[in-house]
């Protein structure tokens, strides 16, 4: 049974840093392409950024030069460094790991940019 668990969410003010960090159980962690989502009240879910198994990286325009996605596989971890952090980027966060589409999805962690 593969579960996702994010952690790392919380208040940050414009400018500022976090980071999120999303812990996989499971089997075969190293072969799943794995992202990381958001969905803001009133929005839909959207990708924010993504890895694929070989390391390949996309990120969305507006997180581009900002955010950087990571990950261990040895770990089973996947990380998400939130930089120069804007109060659009409030919003729940979400980990995603799939072989297919849709995958598996943790429980979200908040990240609140305000002042």
């Known amino acids: 049974q593969v579960q996702l668990v994010e952690s790392g969410g919380g208040l940050a003010r414009p400018g500022g840093s976090l980071r999120l960090s999303c812990r996989y159980s499971?089997?075969?962690?190293?072969?799943?392409?794995a992202g990381w989502y958001r969905q803001a009240p009133g929005k839909p879910r959207e990708l924010v950024a993504s890895?694929?198994?070989?390391?390949?990286?996309t990120y969305a325009d507006f997180v581009q030069g900002r955010f950087i996605i990571t990950r261990d596989n040895r770990e089973k971890t996947l990380d998400l460094q939130m930089n120069n952090l804007k109060p659009e980027d409030t919003a729940v966060y979400y980990c995603?790991?799939?072989?297919?589409?849709?995958?598996?999805w943790g429980q979200g962690t908040q990240v609140t940019v305000n002042s």
């Open positions: 499971g089997s075969f962690f190293h072969i799943y392409h």
């Open positions: 890895i694929a198994n070989g390391g390949e990286t």
């Open positions: 995603n790991a799939r072989l297919e589409t849709p995958g598996y």
